[in-house]
């Protein structure tokens, strides 16, 4: 019977439903929305780890690509100083041989420091050489290091998204049907109520939009509501939200929730008195 009557209020314009049907089908989205909250909740921190682990392999990636690299340029600049070095014994070798033929002091002062001067581009060479394959030794080692680790995350990654994906394959169905009504009720509310609505929720730490009222309380950050705003709540004739936490309010009735019954405390039972008689 609920839901014929709830077809029949859907086939309404959304700007001609009464407040009250307002506020149901605002709850009803509101509970339709929970569930697919509840079903993010168990799927917990498993898509968050797998962006983490997905961000740190593109990291170590682009890291171990930057380190060969930068041991490629070490090794162009080694064998360029390999060569520099050739070129500075072949001219020394040149020079001493100038040397057997000079005519006087003069040439043989001049050729004795241009050997010199390559005997030193030689050395500084030499030290060049030392000092990239010292660096091409400890970024081989880094990306050796990376590479661990790169095998590592993968490793985690895949175990990961094997887990998500067992627990997304689980829930997939019922959250598409969750969404899919979802969306079909939006259809059917105001849209500057949904705006609103959407808006509230998103502020919320637990995703409520929509609360009713509970033990004379708000539903949704259990402050006191006066008597007066309690009947404003209760006749339905406008959208009432809570003061304090902005969340829209309905009564528990039409949220299909049994109301609070304050229970009385028990009264003593009046217990007889025994008559004392003087034998």
């Known amino acids: 019977m609920a839901t014929t009557?709830?077809?029949?209020?859907?086939?309404?314009?959304?700007?001609?439903?009464?407040?009250?049907?307002?506020?149901?089908?605002?709850?009803?989205?509101?509970?339709?929305?929970?569930?697919?909250d509840e079903i993010k909740t168990l799927r917990g921190e498993l898509p968050l780890e797998v962006q983490d682990l997905e961000d740190e392999i593109a990291g170590l990636n682009t890291r171990i690509e930057r380190l060969k690299s930068e041991i490629a340029e070490l090794k162009t600049s080694i064998a360029g100083k390999k060569v520099?070095?050739?070129?500075?014994?072949?001219?020394?070798?040149?020079?001493?041989?100038?040397?057997?033929?000079?005519?006087?002091?003069?040439?043989?002062?001049?050729?004795?420091?241009?050997?010199?001067?390559q005997?030193?581009?030689?050395e500084l060479c030499e030290k060049?050489?030392?000092?990239?394959?010292?660096?091409?030794n400890d970024k081989e080692k880094e990306v050796g290091k990376c590479s661990e680790k790169l095998e590592e995350r993968t490793k985690d990654l895949e175990a990961k998204r094997n887990e998500l994906d067992e627990i997304v394959a689980e829930t997939k169905q019922e959250e598409e049907k969750l969404r899919d009504k979802a969306k079909e009720l939006e259809t059917k509310i105001e849209p500057r109520l949904l705006q609103s609505f959407k808006r509230i929720r998103k502020n919320s730490r637990n995703g409520l939009g929509i609360v009713y009222?509970?033990?004379?309380?708000?539903?949704?950050?259990?402050?006191?509501?006066?008597?007066?705003?309690q009947l404003d709540i209760r006749s339905?004739?406008?959208?009432?939200?809570?003061?304090?936490?902005?969340?829209?309010?309905?009564?528990?009735?039409?949220a299909g929730?049994?109301?609070?019954?304050?229970?009385?405390?028990?009264?003593?039972?009046?217990?007889?008195?025994?008559?004392?008689?003087?034998?």
Do not use: H
């Open 257 to 279: 929730v049994a109301p609070d019954v304050k229970s009385e405390a028990p009264k003593d039972k009046p217990t007889r008195r025994r008559r004392i008689t003087s034998e």
């Open 128 to 136: 060049r050489i030392r000092e990239f394959t010292d660096q091409q």
């Open 119 to 122: 005997t030193l581009e030689i």
């Open 5 to 36: 009557t709830t077809t029949k209020e859907a086939k309404k314009n959304p700007q001609d439903l009464t407040v009250e049907q307002k506020l149901k089908a605002l709850y009803q989205l509101q509970t339709m929305l929970s569930k697919i």
């Open 84 to 117: 520099e070095i050739e070129a500075a014994k072949s001219s020394v070798a040149k020079y001493k041989e100038q040397q057997d033929n000079v005519r006087n002091n003069r040439e043989y002062d001049f050729l004795s420091k241009e050997i010199e001067f």
């Open 236 to 254: 339905r004739k406008k959208i009432i939200v809570c003061e304090y936490c902005g969340r829209i309010m309905i009564d528990p009735e039409l």
């Open 213 to 229: 009222v509970q033990r004379d309380a708000c539903g949704g950050c259990f402050n006191k509501i006066p008597p007066q705003r």
